[in-house]
T-cell receptor, first 114, second 118 residues
Framework: EPEVTQTPSHQVTQMGQEVILRCVPISNHLYFYWYRQILGQKVEFLVSFYNNEISEKSEIFDDQFSVERPDGSNFTLKIRSTKLEDSAMYFC????????????FGQGTRLTVV | AQKVTQAQTEISVVEKEDVTLDCVYETRDTTYYLFWYKQPPSGELVFLIRRNSFDEQNEISGRYSWNFQKSTSSFNFTITASQVVDSAVYFCALSEAGLTGGGNKLTFGTGTQLKVEL
């Protein structure tokens, strides 16, 4: 069964460093997303991406964040200068269509900023 | 603005008991979509069900069933004859129809931790 895969599963980084989280969405999906979940809290939407551009983003997704689809298979989230409060589980997801279809999530990348 | 409320923070049951997880939502849209996701201890988010706002028919899938009631803005999830493997955090989520071409922006509830014990 097709699935969304994320690498790495866990990343530890020093405050102020740049990190790139990587995702391979399901191959025939057209919409891609990043969500985050701070430990013990609810899952929060960060950004959606369609047709090689951001279609929607939340207030969390400020100038420190960027997304890219560098080739036909990968989808990345970059945090330019990490802060302690960026520590969270980051989930990548993809869907075949927009709002009327379910999003399938990857297993997550746990980011720890020290 | 859309909102999802899962008032039950944690539920503990004994195996084989039935359990219902509550979900209440708020939205101004007339077209919207409701979802349930399961997050087992391993951490991933597993899709369980999607329901459209114009389809109030209840659904059953094995031991799982969902009761959608627009009149009370609720989308409750029942597990029949619970098993230890059902132990997880369960999230209810809402997506509004929004703009054409928009992606599936999900608003999640805070989740209900279900513990099923022997």
């Amino acid at each position: 069964e097709p699935e969304v895969t994320q690498t790495p599963s866990h990343q530890v980084t020093q405050m102020g460093q740049e990190v790139i989280l990587r995702c391979v969405p399901i191959s025939n999906h057209l919409y891609f997303y990043w969500y985050r979940q701070i430990l013990g809290q609810k899952v929060e939407f960060l950004v959606s991406f369609y047709n090689n551009e951001i279609s929607e983003k939340s207030e969390i997704f400020d100038d420190q964040f960027s997304v890219e689809r560098p080739d036909g298979s990968n989808f990345t989230l970059k945090i330019r200068s990490t802060k302690l409060e960026d520590s969270a589980m980051y989930f990548c997801a993809s869907s075949s269509r927009g709002r009327d279809t379910e999003a399938f999530f990857g297993q997550g990348t746990r980011l720890t900023v020290v | 603005a859309q909102k999802v409320t899962q008032a039950q923070t944690e539920i503990s049951v004994v195996e084989k008991e039935d359990v219902t997880l509550d979900c209440v939502y708020e939205t101004r849209d007339t077209t919207y979509y409701l979802f349930w996701y399961k997050q087992p201890p391993s951490g991933e988010l597993v899709f369980l069900i999607r329901r459209n706002s114009f389809d109030e028919q209840n659904e059953i899938s094995g031991r799982y069933s969902w009761n959608f009631q627009k009149s009370t803005s609720s989308f409750n999830f029942t597990i029949t004859a619970s098993q230890v493997v059902d132990s997880a955090v369960y999230f209810c989520a809402l997506s509004e129809a929004g703009l054409t071409g928009g992606g599936n922006k999900l608003t999640f509830g805070t989740g209900t931790q279900l513990k099923v014990e022997l």
